[in-house]
C-alpha cells in the first residue's frame, strides 16, 4: 500500500490553503513520517501558501499552471475520449453541477449565473480532468483528501480519483443535528457523502443488541431532532444570520470584491461573475421576495393528515446539484409528486427559510393551481407530525422523519440511502406505486424491525462523526481519525481481522 497521501485544496482562498497545510503537518506528526504529504490546488497562490506553511509537502502542482502549459488543442476528440473512457460518468450532469455558469435550480435568473457556451464549458472539464489525470499518473496514492463536492473542480476530483482506484476521505460536515448540539463531521467516500465508516459500524450492530449507553445515545439523539432548531443551531455554528439577504453578502466590502473578481482568469477560476448580471439578480431576488412573501402558506399545520410533506431544498446547493442533479428542478418534482399520489391525498409544500426570494412568484402561483397542492409555512417537524410520508432529494428532513418514525422517500443519493426502511424510486411511475405502498397498503407499519434498524442506524451515525468543526485549530485530532481509518483499511487489505470498529468507536 502506498504511503503517501494526496491533498486536494480547491477554490476556497487563504482560509482553505491554510486548513490543508495544518492537516498535513498534523497526518505527518500523527503517523510519526509513516506517510508522506502530496498536494495538489486550482490556483498558483494557494500552492504558494501550503509551501510555506507546510515545507514538507510536496505540491503536485496548480490548475493555473497547468492551463499556462496546456498543450492539447483539439478539445473535441477530448471530450469524446471522457465520454468513451469513462462509463459511469455523465459528464454533461457533472457540468451542470456548478452554479455560476448554469441555472439547473430553475431560479431563472434569481442566482446571477453567467451563460457559457459548449465550447467553453467543453474546454473548462477536459482541462481539469487532464491536469488530474496527470497527477494521478505521477504517483502513487494511498488516498486522496478533499471537501465536499459542492464545486466543479471537486466534483471533476473525485470522478478521476475514482478512475485511478485511489481511496477518497472527504472531510464533509454530517449536517447540523447532534444530540449535544455541538459542530462535527464525517469522511465520505463520495461526492454524495456516503460514509464507510458508518456502513460499517451498522453493519456490525446488526449481529448484536445495543447496550443501555447506547440506547440512551439514541434516545438523546431523537431528543435533539425533535426539538430541533435550525435557525438557532445554525446562527450558534456559524455566527451568521439565517436568513440570506436578497442582495450580496459582499456588500460590505463590494469594492475589493469587485476589484478581486475582475483579476479572476475566467479559464481558471470559472467562478467569475459577470457584473451586470448579478447585480441585476440582486435587485430581483429583493423584489421577488417581497412578491412572494404571502404565498408561502399558513403558519398553522392545519390540514387533511392524509398528506405528504416536501421541504424545499435551499439552491443552489450540493444537495441538489450533486446529490439529486436529475431532480434539481424542484418545480418539475413538486409537479411529478402531485401527479404520483394516490387519489384522496395531498402535497404539503414546505419553501426552505433561505430560499425566498431566489426564485420568480409565478413559481409558486402555477404550483398552487394542481388541486393537490397546498403550500404550508409552519414549523417542518410540526407539519411532518401531522403528515403520513415525506419525500426529499436528500434532505435533513429524512433524518427528522425516521427519528418521528415516519415513513421516506429520498430521490437523490445520500448518506443514509443504504437503510432499507428507506424507500427508493428509479422512475415517477415507480414513485407512483412506492407511495401506494407506503400510503394504501401501509408497507411501512407492517414492517416490524424498522425501529431496530433506524437505532442502529443513528448509533452508527453518531458514533462515526469526528466532534470536531473544519477549522484549522482541529487539524491534529482530524489527523488523527484519518490515520486511523488508513490503518484499519491497510489491516483489512492484508486480511487481518481488526478490532470491532464499533468498540474503537464507542470507546473514544
Known amino acids: 500500500m502506498s504511503k503517501r497521501i494526496l491533498i486536494h485544496n480547491a477554490q476556497g482562498g487563504t482560509q482553505e490553503a491554510e486548513f490543508n497545510a495544518a492537516l498535513a ?16 490546488t486550482l490556483l498558483e497562490r494557494d500552492a504558494n501558501t501550503i509551501r510555506q506553511l507546510a515545507p514538507s509537502v510536496h505540491i503536485c502542482g496548480s490548475f493555473e499552471s ?34 455560476t455558469f448554469v441555472d439547473a435550480s430553475f431560479l431563472v435568473g434569481g442566482l446571477g449565473q453567467r451563460t457559457e457556451s459548449r465550447e467553453y464549458v467543453e474546454r473548462l472539464v477536459v482541462g481539469l480532468v487532464r491536469f488530474f489525470e496527470k497527477v494521478f499518473l505521477s504517483d502513487e496514492f494511498a488516498a486522496a483528501i478533499c471537501q465536499l463536492a459542492d464545486t466543479l473542480v471537486t466534483h471533476v476530483f473525485y470522478q478521476v480519483a475514482r478512475r485511478f482506484g485511489v481511496k477518497i ?14 459542530p462535527g463531521l464525517l469522511f465520505g467516500r463520495d461526492e454524495f457523502r456516503h460514509s464507510d465508516q458508518v456502513e460499517r459500524l451498522y453493519r456490525e450492530l446488526q449481529g448484536r443488541e445495543l447496550t ?59 467562478y467569475k461573475i459577470d457584473v451586470l448580471v448579478k447585480a441585476k439578480a440582486n435587485v430581483l431576488r429583493a423584489w421577488r421576495r417581497w412578491r412572494s412573501k404571502h404565498m408561502m402558506g399558513p403558519k398553522s399545520a392545519n390540514f387533511s393528515p392524509r398528506s405528504v410533506i416536501y421541504a424545499m431544498h435551499y439552491q443552489p446547493e450540493q444537495t441538489t446539484l450533486v446529490g439529486g442533479i436529475f431532480f434539481a428542478n424542484q418545480v418539475a418534482l413538486i409537479e411529478n409528486l402531485a401527479k404520483a399520489l394516490p387519489f384522496g391525498y395531498s402535497l404539503i409544500v414546505k419553501e426552505h427559510p433561505r430560499g425566498r426570494g431566489a426564485r420568480p412568484a409565478w413559481q409558486y402561483t402555477h404550483l398552487a393551481h394542481f388541486p393537490n397542492i397546498e403550500f404550508c409555512d409552519a414549523d417542518p417537524k410540526e407539519i411532518l407530525k401531522r403528515c403520513e410520508a415525506t419525500v426529499t432529494i436528500t434532505g435533513t428532513i429524512g433524518l427528522e422523519a425516521l427519528a418521528l418514525d ?3 422517500v429520498v430521490l437523490g443519493q445520500c448518506q443514509w440511502d443504504f437503510l432499507d426502511v428507506v424507500y427508493r424510486a428509479k422512475s415517477w411511475p415507480d414513485l407512483a406505486q412506492v407511495l401506494r405502498r407506503i400510503l394504501i397498503d401501509r408497507d411501512y407499519e407492517r414492517n416490524a424491525g424498522r425501529h431496530r434498524k433506524i437505532d442502529r442506524f443513528f448509533l452508527s451515525y453518531l458514533a462515526s462523526q469526528v466532534p470536531v468543526a473544519r477549522t484549522k485549530e482541529s487539524a491534529d485530532t482530524i489527523a488523527a481519525a484519518i490515520c486511523a481509518e488508513l490503518g484499519l483499511q491497510a489491516r483489512e487489505a492484508a486480511g487481518a481481522a481488526p478490532q470491532s470498529v464499533t468498540a474503537q468507536k464507542l470507546s473514544a
Open 212 to 270: 443501555e449507553q447506547e440506547r440512551e445515545r439514541v434516545r438523546k439523539f431523537r431528543q435533539a431532532v425533535v426539538g430541533f432548531n435550525m435557525v438557532r443551531t445554525y446562527q450558534s455554528i456559524t455566527k451568521r444570520p439565517f436568513a440570506a439577504s436578497a442582495f450580496s453578502p459582499h456588500l460590505k466590502k463590494l469594492g475589493r470584491y469587485l476589484g478581486e473578481n475582475a483579476k479572476r482568469r475566467k479559464d481558471v477560476e470559472y
Open 406 to 408: 415516519k415513513p421516506v
Open 25 to 40: 503537518e498534523a497526518i505527518r506528526k500523527t503517523s510519526g513520517g509513516e506517510y508522506s504529504i502530496a498536494a495538489v
Open 66 to 99: 497547468f492551463t499556462d502549459a496546456r498543450t492539447f488543442t483539439d478539445v473535441e476528440a477530448e471530450a469524446i475520449r471522457l465520454a468513451r473512457e469513462y462509463v459511469d460518468v455523465n459528464w454533461w450532469a457533472i457540468a451542470a453541477s456548478e452554479r
Open 169 to 182: 476521505i472527504s472531510v464533509t460536515p454530517p449536517g447540523w443535528i447532534r444530540e449535544d448540539g455541538q
